[in-house]
């Protein structure tokens, strides 16, 4: 498996690619991959001639107290598995490769950042949209890959290509989970064996919530508060939001009358999980 970590380089081999009529998918990681990225990527490589996996720690969407030191990597580990999902090559830049000394230009959105995760993260999608602007403006993909256990970094990239008419598809990918219904997660690693027992709670309370919708309750105020007591009966889980939004504007709504999104943020110990569903209303 071939691991790039120059842009320039990166640039010339897609330049090669291109003249040959090559089409290019783009799977955009942080490292530490499990089944999860491995599904994005058998995903892309199912829909494009060439796929780059970039696996780069983003320093900028970390707050100052978050894991960015202690963010778990293994680009030996990422590199197999690559290796076997079909990817074409690994995009592993140094942060002064991607990010000059004085930096001082960064990609960011009005709404959509502002509630969920952008309430305890208000920096985090600032420098999610600026680096994965970059890694489009470098790799120029045809498609570009996320996984919707990240339901709000998925809208958020599906408006900014829309903002800022990047050429590029948004394939949003469904969430994979271990066989106990844990969504995957490289941050699942930090979980001791009691944690990672009590880390299944987000999981089924949410479960609960999405059995009251399918069964007709609309009142997002009573589904919110059965997930919340849920959540609350695990002694080791603390919570960080338990929202139900609107699937595309991710604005709070009382009623489950469109698309919504149910999405929850959860400390078990100091493991921040999240994960969600989307449910869809019928007639
Ligand atoms: O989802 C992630 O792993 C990251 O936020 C991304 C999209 C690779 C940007 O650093």
Known sequence: M???KNIEELRSIIREWRKEGFSV???PTMGYLH?????LIVKAVSEND????????NPTQFGVNEDLSSYPRDIDRDAALCQKAGASLIFHPEPEEMYFKDNCTFVDMDSLTKGLCGRTRPTHFRGVCTVV????HIVTPDRAYFGEKDAQQLAVIRR????LNFAITIVGCPIVREPDGLAMSSRNTYLN???RKAALILHKSLVIGEEMMKA????AAAVKEAITANIESEPLARIDYVEIVDAETLENTARIERSVLTAAAVYIGSTRLIDNFTFQPQG
Do not use: P
């Not at 089944?35 to 599904?39: A, L, T, V």
């Not at 602007?133 to 489009?136: E, G, N, Q, T, V």
């Open 2 to 4: 071939q691991i790039i």
């Open 25 to 27: 998918g783009l799977v």
């Open 35 to 39: 089944e999860g990225h491995k599904s």
């Open 50 to 57: 060439r796929v780059v996996v970039s696996d780069f720690v």
């Open 133 to 136: 602007s970059k890694l489009f």
């Open 160 to 163: 900014m290509v829309r903002d």
């Open 193 to 195: 064996k009691e944690e």
């Open 216 to 219: 007709g309750e609309r009142d």
